[in-house]
């Protein structure tokens, strides 16, 4: 067995970002940037009012001053003349900044009398003024790679950008195994359950911006699964669920390797999720995942979400730990890195009770994954701890 850590670098080594395509903004919503994106204007593009009120020379911006209203400069609509001394001109939050004018007076410090304005004596600081190419100018850049967040599609959108280069969505055929299993909806008979692990894996691979083929289960032959890996065939990244043990019906490393699969791994040394193999397939990656439901989560959190986040032109790295203080004392671990369910409560880190690794209810109920090291000792209320947001 190999430590989890090990098992992150050989999975890295096999993966490699997969093409790029050109996509409109419209569609690049959580798509990963793959080269840099400059504006093509300056925002805002002129000098622009902060708020609603008037704009004047500031140097004329006494209290009780008086002024002349000349003109309206709105949103879309400039005013085309120029302050002079004396002067005013209406204008709205967004609006160009009027020729000569290079304050604006808000509406409440301002008394009006028909065409004529008075400030009032309580005046503010001002200018309220926002100047031309304060957000960004041309040329400014949004640097790949980068998962593009609905800020960044506005930033784009802003930027006068209408299409952006991006990582293509890494295609992933998704198989689970086993003759015990049927899909939710159907009858199970007396010796079958319902397979769950492809719904809650097709569900994290999408939302990290991948495509899922969900492909049918495949039986417990060497046949069935034969027919079911021709099916994944144009995949980027194959995943099988269940049937990576050492059980006379666990075959599915023997028939990929016969298809000639090249394994770089197998066994972690973790729980839950120790029957944890991968290698190359073809043109493709693949990760033999273990089949009980709670160990095909987390080792999908652990390793495939990552092993996704790398095809996608982001950093290879492995998922960012954080730390919180014990909200209840837990026992000594032992062999292997384990993986608890557990709860953040009041600033706190509570392991659940039942740790089994086929209580999907369990995992339900989780917000983090508390880290046991190999070998650690018993922890005691207080002690700080190293977790994995769920």
């Known amino acids: 067995m190999i430590s989890v850590p090990e098992a992150l670098g050989h999975l890295f080594d096999l993966v490699t970002p997969v093409g790029t395509e050109t996509v409109p903004l419209i569609d690049a919503a959580n798509r990963v940037l793959c080269a840099d994106v400059s504006a093509r204007r300056d925002q805002p593009p002129f000098d622009s ?23 309206e400069s709105a949103a879309g609509s400039r005013f085309e003349g120029t302050v002079g001394a004396g002067q005013a001109v209406r204008i709205f939050t967004g609006a160009p900044m009027p020729a000569g004018a290079d304050r604006v007076v808000i509406q409440e410090d301002v008394h009006v009398s028909c065409r004529m304005i008075t400030l009032d004596k309580g005046l503010d600081d001002g200018p309220h003024v926002r100047p031309a190419g304060a957000d960004f100018r041309v040329g400014d850049t949004i640097a790949a790679p980068r998962r593009l967040s609905d800020a960044d599609l506005a930033l784009l959108a802003s930027m006068n950008v209408p299409d952006v280069p991006v990582y293509r969505k890494p295609v992933v055929a998704l198989i689970a ?12 008979g007396p010796d079958q359950i319902i397979a769950s692990n492809m719904f809650g894996l097709k569900a994290m691979i999408e939302a990290e911006g991948a495509t899922v083929r969900m492909l049918p289960i495949a039986a417990d032959t060497e046949s069935s699964l034969k027919q079911v890996f021709a099916l994944a065939e144009g995949a980027d990244l194959i995943v099988t669920i269940g049937g990576a043990s050492v059980g006379d019906y666990d075959l599915v490393g023997p028939v990929a390797a016969e298809l000639g699969m090249e394994q770089s791994f197998y066994k972690v040394a973790m729980r839950p999720g120790k029957p944890l193999m991968a290698g190359r397939f073809g043109a493709a990656v693949m990760i033999g995942l273990p089949g009980n439901p709670v160990s095909a989560m987390v080792c999908g959190r652990l390793f495939l979400v990552p092993a996704l986040r790398a095809m996608m032109g982001l950093p290879a790295a492995a998922p960012a730990r954080q730390t919180a203080p014990l909200g209840a004392a837990i026992p000594a671990n032992g062999p292997r890195e384990h993986y608890m369910r557990a709860q953040i409560r009041d600033g706190a880190i509570y392991a ?10 369990v995992l ?8 046991r090291p190999v070998g650690d ?14």
């Not at 195994?177 to 199970?188: F, Q, Y």
């Not at 339900?364 to 880290?371: C, E, G, M």
């Open 377 to 390: 000792g018993p922890r005691e209320v207080g002690e700080i701890v190293e977790y994995l947001q769920m």
């Open 352 to 361: 659940l009770p039942r740790q089994d690794s086929s209580l999907l209810s």
């Open 49 to 71: 009012s902060a708020m609603d009120g008037y704009a004047l020379k500031s140097a004329e911006a006494e209290p009780d001053a008086m002024f002349q209203v000349i003109g």
């Open 364 to 371: 339900s109920q989780s917000h983090a994954l508390l880290i």
């Open 177 to 188: 195994t086993g003759d015990e299993l049927v899909m939710p909806g159907d009858t199970p």
